[in-house]
């Protein structure tokens, strides 16, 4: 009965290493095969001083490798998308690619407003949660920015 338990913990034990041997290979595979390809990414834009710290962030990154991206504001910030627009208008100024291939805007519905109450935040979660679920399976980011 011992050996039989004593084999059967060893089995596990041999088996759990291997899988994650398995693993890690495959990850370093992953990452040494993709370093030369664009990364889809996900731009999250906030509201105040947050927008112009993400463009800012952005102007140092490599624009070639980080296509297509896409930003994504408050349903209620008007002026973040704006900037968003203006910076990639800049970014086609100095490439001959049009915005309309490497950068796309999205809204989407905050969770709670100012000043809302808590009882009505409850089901305005739950919609911004459905909506930001449905926008990140549509995108498929491999990279997500956010500050």
């Not at 041997?21 to 947050?50: A, E, M, N, P, V």
């Not at 349903?75 to 208008?89: G, P």
């Not at 796309?104 to 407003?113: A, N, T, V």
């Not at 459905?130 to 549509?138: D, R």
């Amino acid at each position: 009965m011992i050996w039989n338990t004593t084999i059967l913990l060893i089995a596990v034990v041999v088996s759990l290493a291997v899988r994650v041997l398995y693993i890690i290979y495959c990850r370093f595979k992953f990452i040494r095969g993709k370093t030369q390809q664009s990364l889809s990414t996900l731009i999250i834009l906030g509201s105040g001083g947050h927008t112009a710290e993400m463009l800012n962030l952005l102007t140092v990154l490599q624009k070639g490798r980080y296509t297509p991206r896409c930003y994504v504001a408050a349903a209620t910030d008007n002026m973040s998308l704006q900037k968003a627009r203006v910076f990639e208008t800049s970014l086609v100024d100095k490439s001959e690619i049009e915005v309309g291939e490497t950068a796309e805007f999205m809204q989407i519905y905050r969770s709670r407003e100012v000043g809302q109450s808590y009882l009505t935040s409850v089901g305005t979660t739950v919609i911004a949660t459905a909506h930001a679920v449905w926008l990140i399976t549509k995108i498929r980011p491999q990279v997500v920015l956010l500050l």
